[in-house]
């Protein structure tokens, strides 16, 4: 075997260019060398049609129409089964086909689970748990350069490490790599995924309040720590842009527990003074970075918050329904009312 290709198939972001003369968007034969062995893995819900340029573009079929063409004439356009394959280049259209709908050997490949609302930390630890690489070495791929996001920003905050930059920048989700996939293919793959789930967004309404899809990617992770509830999700985002609006501290507990690194369970008065830039009681404005990873969800109720005049919302309910309200005055009715119910602590 001259070597290995590794190509995910559904990701916009991952290049194709993986070997010298393979054209982007064509869908003609590339030269590669027969015998080759090439990673390929197919994301849930990839069209055949895209499955079909891909597998043109690096070299593994002669051209894209043929496979549409096959596919369709034989019934099994979505019968093609997400996963990871290890094809060679040179095989028969048909050997590739039905090796697509037989899908793939187990053995090959293995599922990974970050779950929403974990910091960077939090994320590489539960990648290490499920890898076979070290926090280390996933830490150093981010840290290093060779893994880049196009909201990655340019410097952590004061006092911050440089990982911090990545904080929120890596989607959780169920993934499913390849036995050999390394710390950055993994790594990239998940940077890739929350780029197109940011892109998917119409981001003109956080635009038009003078922020931009990163801004907006914040108060996802915002809303991710507070909503308990998808259909809050939107208004608790209308909460956050009404005050930022108005200039208001937005005085978000969630914040504050990430400023401290620890949750006690309880923000105390005392936490509510502690010096950092992630201290929404003290300044004004957003955090300068999201403070977790978030679901679609989340990034889609930032882009498009509820229509309210809601400036303040608060527990009500222990299944997670918050209490919204207008003014000061009824928001701290409705918090006495939850603190007589036991609710919260009094």
Do not use: C
């Not at 129409?65 to 048909?94: C, K, M, N």
């Amino acid at each position: 075997v001259a070597g290995i290709l590794v190509v995910f198939v559904g990701l916009t972001s991952v290049a194709r260019n993986l070997a010298s003369g393979i054209e982007n968007e064509s869908t003609a034969t590339v030269a590669i060398e027969p015998g080759l062995e090439v990673v390929f893995v197919i994301e849930p819900g990839t069209p055949a049609s895209v499955v079909g340029t891909d597998l043109a573009s690096v070299g593994l079929i002669a051209d894209a129409g043929d496979f549409q063409s096959t596919v369709r004439s034989l019934g099994v356009a979505d019968e093609l089964q997400a996963g990871s394959y290890t094809l060679v280049t040179g095989s028969e259209l048909e050997t590739i086909v039905n090796t697509l709908i037989a899908g793939p050997d187990p053995t090959d490949v293995y599922k990974v689970t970050v779950i929403e609302g974990l910091t960077i930390d939090g994320v590489l630890a539960s990648l290490s748990e499920q890898t076979p690489y070290t926090v280390t070495q996933f830490a150093s791929q981010l840290t290093n350069g060779a893994i880049d996001s196009p909201y990655l920003p340019e410097e952590a905050p004061e006092g911050s490490g440089d990982l911090v930059r990545w904080e929120g920048l890596l989607a959780p989700d169920t993934y499913e790599f390849a036995v050999e996939a390394s710390p950055s293919e993994i790594l990239e793959r998940m940077a890739d995924t929350l780029v197109d789930r940011v892109r998917d967004q119409d981001w003109s309404f956080i635009e038009g309040i003078d922020l931009d899809p990163y801004d907006g990617l914040i108060i996802a992770s915002l809303i991710e720590k507070e909503a308990k509830l998808d259909e809050e999700r939107p208004v608790i985002a209308s909460v956050i842009t009404n005050r930022l609006e108005e200039g208001m501290a937005l005085q978000i507990d969630a914040t504050i527990i990430y400023a401290l690194g620890v949750n006690s369970g309880e923000v105390t008065t005392a936490d509510l003074q502690v010096e950092s830039p992630y201290n929404t009681y003290l300044y004004t404005g957003l955090p300068p970075t999201p403070i977790g990873g978030v679901r679609t969800a989340s990034i889609e109720a930032a882009a498009s918050p509820a229509d309210t005049d809601y400036y303040y919302y608060v527990l009500i309910d222990s299944d997670g329904t918050h209490g919204f309200s207008e003014t000061l005055e009824e928001h701290n009715e409705k918090k006495q009312a939850a603190k007589d119910a036991g609710v919260l602590t009094p």
